[in-house]
């Protein structure tokens, strides 16, 4: 289990994020929304360890995450950035391959129990296929199914994710989401993912944390927190929600 513990963290003497508390259970997404500047980004990068937080304390598994080496973090913890680049000249399984560094022995070499996960992270993405081919020719739905892979391949407990569908057409986005969604059942994996799409929030999350401003504005149960009310406050736009007959999830758009 996570557990956030009342975390506010300041850049040049601005505040990113002020008193933010919650805890996440195994096997749970976790959507974090709000508008450009609500903090999603910092508090993904103040989880994974990326930067240190002024305030409060960050649990995982009864662990202390500001207390653990790069190499523990990395084995408990795994990212995928907003940024969707891929390196160049890597090939498709070797940039999965890197997915398993933080078990690497001295010599950096993988053993047949690494080889077997890489595999795995790459069927489970659909990218198997794909393992010859260099990253940076792929489309873009597919280079970011493979950092997915990658992030499989980590074989953590705990999976961030930083917007992974922006920039991404509907069937890449739906079939990304779908990934993950599968992966989350089968190995009980941890998620906390930022999102832009109102909808997918809600299709996908299990709960969600409304941020506004560097603090939680609401959190709690996709449809207690996603209302007309709070969203026209927090986006400052008003926002309206229709459920359809079938009560299959409530359609959000701009109320002109």
Not at 35 to 45: D, E, F, M, Q, V
Not at 64 to 75: G, M, P
Not at 225 to 240: C, G, N
Request: hydrophobic content about 40%.
């Amino acid at each position: 289990m996570l557990s956030v513990e009342h975390v506010s963290l300041s850049l040049n003497g601005v505040n990113i994020l002020e008193d933010v508390s919650f805890t996440l259970h195994k096997g749970k997404i976790l959507g974090l929304i709000g508008p450009n500047g609500a903090g999603k980004t910092s508090l993904i990068r103040a989880i994974n360890g990326a930067v240190n937080i002024d305030h409060g304390k960050i649990f995982f598994k009864k662990q202390n995450i500001s207390s653990l080496s790069v190499q523990e973090r990395a084995r408990l913890i795994a990212t995928v950035p907003q940024n969707r680049s891929v390196p160049a000249g890597f090939e498709v399984r070797q940039i999965v391959s890197m997915g398993r560094t933080p078990y690497l022995n001295w010599f950096g070499k993988t053993v047949p129990q690494d080889e077997k996960i890489i595999k795995n992270a790459m069927q489970r993405t659909n990218v198997l296929k794909l393992a010859d081919k260099l990253a940076e020719e792929l489309s873009g739905g597919e280079q970011q199914r493979v950092i997915l892979a990658r992030a499989f391949a980590q074989n953590a407990s705990l999976l961030l994710l930083d917007e992974p569908t922006t920039h991404l057409d509907i069937h890449y986005q739906m079939e990304f989401l779908d990934l993950l969604l599968e992966h989350v059942k089968e190995e009980k994996t941890s998620v906390i993912i930022a999102l832009h799409d109102l909808n997918q929030a809600l299709r996908f999350c299990d709960e969600i944390l409304l941020l506004s401003q560097g603090r939680i504005f609401a959190g709690g149960k996709p449809k207690k927190v996603l209302t007309e009310e709070k969203l026209s406050e927090v986006y400052q736009y008003p926002i309206r929600i229709r459920q359809s007959e079938d009560e299959s999830p409530a359609f959000i758009y701009p109320k002109y």
